[in-house]
T-cell receptor, first 114, second 113 residues
């Protein structure tokens, strides 16, 4: 089915390890996002990409890097994981125009840093 | 800049009672507004959206929301709560023509017998 696919679904890292979260969408959307969700804090935007080749910082970018590899793929990298990065991460994408603005979400990655 | 405020992190209603979840937004340009629902251990699902057409928007599962520009609000309502409505609800804003989707902190809805 069409949608947003993110991998992995679960990950446990040790402090200082690195990892990349992968996200791909097949809806030909221009904009893609990475959010983290923590209890009581809603979804906070880490980075977003308005189009292929562009990325912008969101609300909580420190400790993360992103790559918009092509129109379909938007990856999130943790270079040196910290326990404060324990969270659930969601990738999302949106189209353009008033009839195509809703975000479609992946199923999430539950990351634990020990 | 744009922002969303959801009043009440937890709301509890009786089954069959009115559901009212509050959302106020701030946007310097005409916004697009959304309500999403999240069930435990799942992703977010769109309930409804406002994109400058009708101010009263109907969504899935009997939910609706009214855009009130004068009050900068987009409250979510459902006339009669069902046990299956228990979930977390998020309001979100996308400034018209922009690319940054901003979420509120969420409201956990509990439905009691």
């Amino acid at each position: 089915n069409a949608g947003v696919t993110q991998t992995p679904k679960f990950q446990v890292l040790k402090t200082g390890q690195s990892m990349t979260l992968q996200c791909a969408q097949d809806m030909n959307h221009n904009s893609m996002y990475w959010y983290r969700q923590d209890p009581g804090m809603g979804l906070r935007l880490i980075y977003y990409s308005a189009s292929e080749g562009t990325t912008d910082k969101g609300e909580v970018p420190n400790g993360y890097n992103v790559s918009r590899l092509n129109k379909r793929e938007f990856s999130l990298r943790l270079e040196s994981a910290a326990p404060s990065q324990t969270s659930v991460y969601f990738c999302a994408s949106t189209g353009t125009g008033p009839m195509n603005t809703e975000a479609f979400f992946g199923q999430g990655t539950r990351l634990t840093v020990v | 800049a744009q922002s969303v405020t959801q009043l009440g992190s937890h709301v509890s209603v009786s089954e069959g009672a009115l559901v009212l979840l509050r959302c106020n937004y701030s946007s310097s340009v005409p916004p697009y507004l959304f309500w999403y629902v999240q069930y435990p251990n799942q992703g977010l699902q769109l309930l409804l959206k406002y994109t400058s057409a009708a101010t009263l928007v109907k969504g899935i599962n009997g939910f609706e929301a009214e855009f009130k520009k004068s009050e900068t609000s987009f409250h979510l309502t459902k006339p009669s709560a069902h046990m299956s409505d228990a979930a977390e609800y998020f309001c979100a804003v996308l400034a018209g023509g922009g690319n940054k989707l901003t979420f509120g902190t969420g409201t956990q809805l509990k439905v009691e017998l």
